[in-house]
């Protein structure tokens, strides 16, 4: 991918919910919710403070991320869906 986001956003890819149900249901496209969970592909440098100091953001590309259900813009880079939004729309990193 060549695209390199600025300041403080972030450009995740959803990483696909399962297809059945614990007991083995299969779910339709049609009745999925869109996953909230994703993987960082790639970072901005960071925001600007008041002094003008660029302050790094927390996540980096390869963690997995939990975000909110209607965060960030949908874009499609290189023929895969991407989102991209800001770091503040992440609610937090998925420990390994």
């Given at each position: 991918m060549n695209f390199r986001p600025l300041?403080?956003?972030?450009?995740?890819?959803?990483?696909?919910?399962?297809?059945?149900?614990?007991?083995?249901?299969?779910?339709?496209?049609?009745?999925?919710?869109?996953p909230q969970e994703g993987e960082v592909i790639a970072v901005g440098p960071g925001a600007r403070d008041e002094t003008g100091k660029v302050q790094p953001l927390d996540v980096k590309a390869g963690d997995r991320v939990l975000f909110g259900k209607w965060s960030g813009t949908e874009v499609r880079i290189d023929g895969q869906d991407l989102l991209i939004m800001k770091e503040s729309d992440i609610m937090g990193v998925v420990a390994a």
């Open positions: 300041h403080d956003r972030v450009v995740v890819r959803r990483i696909e919910a399962e297809e059945k149900t614990k007991g083995g249901i299969i779910i339709p496209d049609s009745a999925k919710e869109k």
